[in-house]
């Protein structure tokens, strides 16, 4: 069983930066596909951003290209997610995800079961 643990979020105002981290379990993690996907009051999941297993490939949705930017620290077991930038339409809960199949980064945005972080709440102030 791998666990996903996120950490990082917080309040910023308009114009701030957060970075977002995911802490993962399992000696396997090195070969996982991962992932960030965001969920607003009110609406539904979305994906966020996308790395895949040796950092060569990244992938973003077409809302936080330019201002976010995912990476991954394979020794440290960790995710990163750093978020410049930010705007109120950035508000939502957070959560990291993990493809065991170590699929294409693109495929992450229909990701269905795989394992998912409890997720961290990003507050941004206009």
């Known amino acids: 069983q791998v666990q996903l643990v996120e950490s990082g979020g917080g309040l910023v105002q308009a114009g701030g930066s957060l970075r977002l981290s995911c802490a993962a379990s399992?000696?396997?993690?090195?070969?996982?596909?991962m992932g960030w996907f965001r969920q607003a009051p009110g609406k539904e999941r979305e994906f966020v951003a996308a790395?895949?297993?040796?950092?060569?490939?990244?992938y973003y949705a077409d809302s936080v290209k330019g201002r976010f930017t995912i990476s991954r620290d394979n020794r440290k077991n960790t995710v990163y997610l750093q978020m410049n930038n930010l705007n109120p339409d950035d508000t939502a809960v957070y959560y990291c995800?993990?493809?065991?199949?170590?699929?294409?980064?693109?495929?992450?945005?229909?990701?269905?079961?795989?394992?998912w972080g409890q997720g961290t709440q990003v507050t941004v102030s206009s």
């Open positions: 790395i895949n297993w040796s950092s060569d490939n990244t």
């Open positions: 399992g000696r396997t993690f090195r070969s996982y596909t």
């Open positions: 995800a993990a493809d065991p199949m170590g699929r294409g980064v693109a495929t992450m945005v229909f990701l269905r079961g795989g394992y």
